[in-house]
């Protein structure tokens, strides 16, 4: 691949997102600089160690990918950093992502996703204002406030009985008075954040307010990483809990690949302050009993679960994301892998682990 002469900062390089992103501009003959200082496995243990996906950019990438070790809390050396890169592109996918563990680590989870981020925002500002900055937040900026929304009960789902949402929530639902849990109110500040810098500075610069992001390079634990994490524990025979709704609650999963292609169709296209509701939408949403069903169907496995007639705090009963805005601002991206295949690669890529 001819080297573009571009580069692209990527934070939470060794996660699923970043990673995939890596990976994909890499391809594209961009120079990739990943942040990340594995703090995944300081908020979940050995399980949520992203060393194995480190060392596979490494191997995968060469010299087109260089490492650094940079904690997002140290604004000194984010603002060093962003200097001395001076990158063309900055994706921020870096964060404490579970609403669970935050409960637990309030100052954490703020000073990684709020403050994290404004670092960021004011290096990117400082080095490289004309450098598009693509942010990962999360459909949890809505708070519960999605649990208002009439439901109707089906056999193995809880969907929509408005018709209004037959096609998902939209980017305009509101986001206030309604419980966010702790992570959802530091990723809140962060998008806002993103939001303000591009109005109030004019850069260039997008919050994607995530579904279920997965695919077969996530380190899933049980806090975080609902599809990953479900369908290991049916490779490996260990049992699954369930949290309240019957076990029929829903979201929509998006594979990373498609994430990554959305972030290069943003990138050559950039705007400003936007936001936009990223997940797999209707066609690639299920259940907890319906995704129990799919991995069983490529693994051979039953599933082993437990149930828990307590919900967790702020969890949605239904999520799926509304692409229409996504798709009439960006007409050439779509959803190009299905939830049938991104089980199948979940299930081979943990074989192969």
């Avoid at 480190?54 to 940079?70: I, M, S, W």
Wanted: net charge neutral; with cysteine; aromatic share 10%.
């Amino acid at each position: 691949m001819i080297n573009t002469g571009k580069k692209i900062l990527v934070t939470g390089s060794s996660g699923l997102i970043g990673s995939e992103v890596c990976v994909y501009f890499a391809g594209l003959g961009w120079q990739v600089h990943g942040v990340d200082n594995n703090q995944r496995a300081v908020f979940f243990g050995p399980q949520g160690d992203t060393r194995w996906n480190q060392r596979r950019l490494v191997d995968k990438l060469g010299g087109a990918f260089h490492h650094h070790e940079t904690d997002i809390r140290d604004r000194k050396g984010v603002l060093e950093l962003l200097k001395q890169i001076k990158p063309d592109a900055v994706v921020h996918a870096a964060a404490q992502p579970s609403h669970d563990r935050a409960a637990a680590i309030p100052f954490d989870d703020f000073d990684t996703n709020a403050v994290g981020t404004l670092n960021l925002l004011e290096a990117v500002r400082q080095a490289c204002p004309e450098s598009p900055f693509v942010h990962m937040s999360t459909n949890k900026v809505y708070g519960d406030k999605p649990n208002t929304i009439a439901l109707v009960e089906k056999e193995t789902r809880w969907d929509y009985a408005d018709p209004l949402y037959v096609d998902g929530i939209t980017e305009n639902f509101s986001i206030d008075q309604s419980k966010h849990s702790i992570f959802g109110a530091s990723k809140v500040a962060a998008d806002v954040m993103v939001q303000e810098y591009g109005r109030y500075f004019n850069m260039p610069s997008c919050c994607l307010r995530g579904g279920c992001l997965t695919g077969p390079n996530h380190s899933g634990v049980e806090l975080h990483g609902f599809l990953s994490y479900l369908v290991k524990c049916n490779l490996e025979g260990r049992e699954y809990k369930i949290f309240g709704y019957k076990g029929k609650q829903v979201r929509d999963n998006i594979h990373s690949y498609d994430v990554a292609s959305f972030i290069q169709a943003f990138i050559d296209a950039p705007r400003t302050a936007e936001v936009y509701n990223l997940g797999g939408g209707r066609a690639n949403s299920c259940s907890i009993w319906e995704a129990f069903k799919l991995a069983e169907k490529f693994s051979g496995k039953a599933q082993i679960y437990s149930y828990v007639d307590e919900n967790r705090i702020g969890d949605h009963i239904c999520y799926i994301s509304n692409l229409a805005k996504i798709r009439a601002h960006y007409p050439g991206w779509d959803i190009t892998i299905s939830l049938e295949e991104t089980i199948k690669q979940i299930l081979e890529a943990l074989r192969g682990r």
